[in-house]
C-alpha cells in the first residue's frame, strides 16, 4: 500500500495511468509501465520503458507545475550545462484524473548521498561543488523576459523574502519540539533563524532572477562524481535566487561549500540567508514528513546538522 503524502492526494495507480497513456499517446501502448518507489512529494513517476517517465501531480492544482515547465523549461535548457528533463508530451485531464501530466525523456545517473558534518571531505564534493556552482551561474545568467514577470506561475515564496516565512519556521520549530528522535539542537535553529532575521536583507525585496529552487540531493544526477542532471524544475520561478544555495548543506562537506562559495562569488548577508533558507526547509520537511518520508527525514537532518556545525564554526 503507498502512503498517502498529502491529506489532498490524487488516487494514482498504474491501472489509472496505463488507461491515461495508451488513451492519449497510443504509440506508447506496448511500453511496460513501472511505478518507482522513488517518487517524490509533489509528482507520482512511473518509468516508461527503457527511455522515458511519466510524472502526474500528486495534489489538485499540481498540474499548473507541468504546464509551467513546458512554457519554460525550454527557454532555460539550452543555458544549462547539464542534462534537464525534456518534456516529450503533454497529457490532459481524463477518467477522473483532473491535472494535466507529462511524459518526459529518462534521464540516467545516481542520486548524490547527503553529507553529514561528520563524513570526511573528499574531491568528489569538491567536484561537486564546482558543477553546481555553474549550473546556479547558467541559471542567473538567463535574461527574464517581461512575460516571465508578470506570469503568476513564477513567484513562489521560496524567492521571496525571508521574512515571510518567520512565522511559519517559528511554528515548525515548536512542532519539532514534540518529534521523538529528532536529533538537532532545536533552541540553536531558533536562534540562527532569529539572527538571520535580523539582517536587512531579510526585508529586501526579491530580486527578479530565475531560480530552481530545490537543488537538492534528490533533484541531482550524478555519474562519476560529476554532476550530469538537474530534475524537476517543478518550482523554478523568478524572485530572490538565495535560495538555490540551500542545498549545499546538504549534499556537500565544508571544505567543498567554501569552494563552492567562492566560486559563486557569494557575500556574507547573502550567505547567511542561504544557510538560514536550508534550515527552515528542513524544519519543514521534519514538521510535515517525519512519518511518511524517512529518506527526505535523513536528508534533511544532514542539512540541518550542517547548518548548525557551520554557524558554530563561523561564530554565527
Not at 511500453?31 to 518509468?47: H, I, K
Request: contains cysteine; glycine residues 8%.
Amino acid at each position: 500500500m503507498k502512503i498517502r503524502l498529502h491529506q489532498n492526494e490524487i488516487a494514482i495507480d498504474t491501472k489509472l495511468v496505463r488507461r491515461l497513456v495508451d488513451n492519449a499517446f497510443p504509440e506508447y501502448s506496448a511500453r511496460p509501465l513501472t511505478r518507482l518507489d522513488a517518487s517524490g512529494s509533489t509528482n507520482v513517476l512511473f518509468r516508461l520503458g527503457d527511455d522515458l517517465l511519466v510524472r502526474l501531480p500528486r495534489q489538485p492544482g499540481g498540474g499548473a507545475a507541468i504546464e509551467k515547465e513546458r512554457r519554460w523549461l525550454p527557454e532555460l535548457a539550452r543555458h544549462i550545462p547539464v542534462s534537464v528533463p525534456e518534456i516529450v508530451a503533454l497529457g490532459e485531464p481524463a477518467f477522473g484524473f483532473g491535472e494535466r501530466w507529462s511524459i518526459v525523456r529518462w534521464l540516467d545517473g545516481e542520486l548524490p548521498n547527503a553529507c553529514t558534518p561528520e563524513d570526511p571531505a573528499t574531491p568528489e564534493r569538491l567536484r561537486l561543488a564546482d558543477d553546481l556552482a555553474d549550473v546556479i551561474i547558467a541559471i542567473r545568467s538567463v535574461d527574464v523576459p517581461p512575460e516571465a514577470l508578470t506570469d503568476p506561475t513564477l513567484r513562489w515564496y521560496r524567492g521571496r523574502p525571508l521574512v515571510e516565512f518567520d512565522a511559519q519556521t517559528r511554528y515548525n520549530i515548536e512542532k519539532c519540539r514534540s518529534l521523538d528522535g529528532l536529533d538537532l539542537d532545536l533552541d540553536a535553529a531558533l536562534a540562527l533563524w532569529s539572527r538571520a532575521l535580523a539582517l536587512p536583507a531579510a526585508f529586501e525585496p526579491p530580486r527578479d532572477r530565475w531560480y530552481h529552487g530545490d537543488l537538492v540531493a534528490e533533484n541531482l544526477l550524478v555519474t562519476d562524481g560529476r554532476l550530469t542532471g538537474v530534475l524537476d524544475f517543478g518550482g523554478l520561478s523568478v524572485g530572490d535566487p538565495t535560495i538555490d544555495l540551500h542545498g549545499v548543506w546538504e549534499i556537500l562537506d565544508a571544505p567543498a561549500r567554501h569552494a563552492f562559495r567562492e566560486r559563486l562569488g557569494v557575500g556574507d548577508d547573502e550567505w547567511i540567508r542561504g544557510r538560514a533558507w536550508a534550515l527552515a526547509i528542513a524544519l519543514s520537511c521534519f514538521a510535515y514528513y517525519w512519518d511518511t518520508m524517512p529518506g527526505r527525514r535523513r536528508d534533511r537532518l544532514a542539512m540541518a546538522r550542517s547548518v548548525l556545525a557551520d554557524a558554530t564554526a563561523d561564530g554565527g
